[in-house]
């Protein structure tokens, strides 16, 4: 009884020590991969683009879209580029339904980078997220109330030296019209606020006469110096030919698309045609009707001006 619980001893400390071994190669990679996405050697940009590559042959789904999220943040032109591919970096993220974690990570992420300084892909992959969350229903404040913030995080990427037809501009405007449009439309008082300040912003935007520091603090909106990328040492990689701008969707600025798909006027002639050639049971085209014609179908078993009538013929009186 002795040697058995001695033994039951010695293995239970074995197992101790196999897990503390395995925290302890845990820890070691995770401090490689913070190392790698950091980009500050050559080396390290060739770890993260071969990463990059890694996670995007794997595709987008709830169990790796925290990689996604984490390359990223690394604002490296080759390892956005790398791990976007052919993609459209709009529709990055719209494999998977927004949550709170996901929602919380992209504002985070906007608010770290000043308006120039993030990498226009991922800034749309972030943008994407956040339209798919707060386009048109009230589930995105239900999954991650906006803050202030938040907000300001959105608005401090606009750009007023370029034109509000810009593709950027014009979809961040967008999305500032959709939390207004959404915002001021809820019961509660603190999303109205919300969307009362993305309007706010839209406003600053668009007049000449302000400035976008009436409507984002200034410390939002400070320019500094960008640190330049650093060239990969050994990773070779040829970006795929573009097909089609990202944000080329529509033509038209602030359109806004139903749920229901719209109608083309060919359609809309078809639909037309069909409602004037519907009768009561019977096509309405050769008839007559008091010398018109309708139809060639008889009502109630007779026909009206001259036509029979329950079976009798009424002819009418010569003058």
């Not at 109205?192 to 300040?197: E, L, M, N, R, Y």
């Not at 406003?203 to 330049?228: E, S």
């Not at 008839?287 to 007779?302: F, L, Y």
């Amino acid at each position: 009884m002795l040697t058995k619980v001695t033994s039951y001893r010695r293995v239970g400390k074995k197992r101790l020590t196999s897990r503390s071994y395995r925290r302890r190669t845990r820890s070691a990679l995770l401090s490689l991969a913070r190392g790698a996405v950091l980009c500050n050697t050559p080396e390290a940009v060739d770890a993260s683009a071969a990463l990059a590559q890694v996670v995007s042959m794997s595709g987008m789904n709830n169990r790796n879209y925290l990689l996604f999220l984490l390359l990223l943040e690394t604002n490296h032109p080759l390892v956005i580029d790398v791990l976007i591919g052919p993609r459209n970096p709009f529709l990055l993220f719209s494999p998977i339904k927004p949550n709170w974690y996901l929602l919380k990570e992209t504002f985070r992420i906007l608010a770290k980078f000043k308006g120039d300084e993030l990498n226009v892909n991922a800034l749309l992959a972030l943008l994407g997220v956040v339209q798919l969350a707060y386009k048109t229903s009230k589930d995105g404040y239900k999954i991650y109330p906006l803050r202030m913030s938040d907000v300001y995080s959105i608005g401090k990427h606009l750009d007023k030296a370029r034109d509000q037809l810009d593709p950027r501009n014009r979809l961040l405007l967008e999305i500032l019209f959709d939390i207004y449009f959404v915002g001021i439309d809820s019961d509660n008082r603190g999303a109205k606020q919300i969307g009362i300040k993305a309007n706010d912003i839209r406003m600053a935007f668009f007049d000449n006469t302000k400035k976008m520091l009436d409507a984002i603090p200034d410390v939002l909106l400070v320019k500094d110096l960008v640190r330049a990328a650093l060239p990969p040492r050994f990773y070779g990689w040829e970006p795929p030919p573009a097909v089609v701008h990202p944000l080329e969707a529509r033509e038209e600025p602030e359109l806004k698309v139903g749920l229901a798909s719209t109608r083309t006027e060919e359609e809309k002639g078809k639909t037309r045609s069909r409602g004037a050639s519907k009768g009561t049971g019977s096509t309405r085209t050769g008839s007559t009707r008091g010398g018109s014609t309708r139809g060639g179908s008889t009502r109630g078993g007779s026909t009206r001006g001259g036509s029979t009538r329950g079976g009798l013929r009424r002819r009418k009186p010569r003058a």
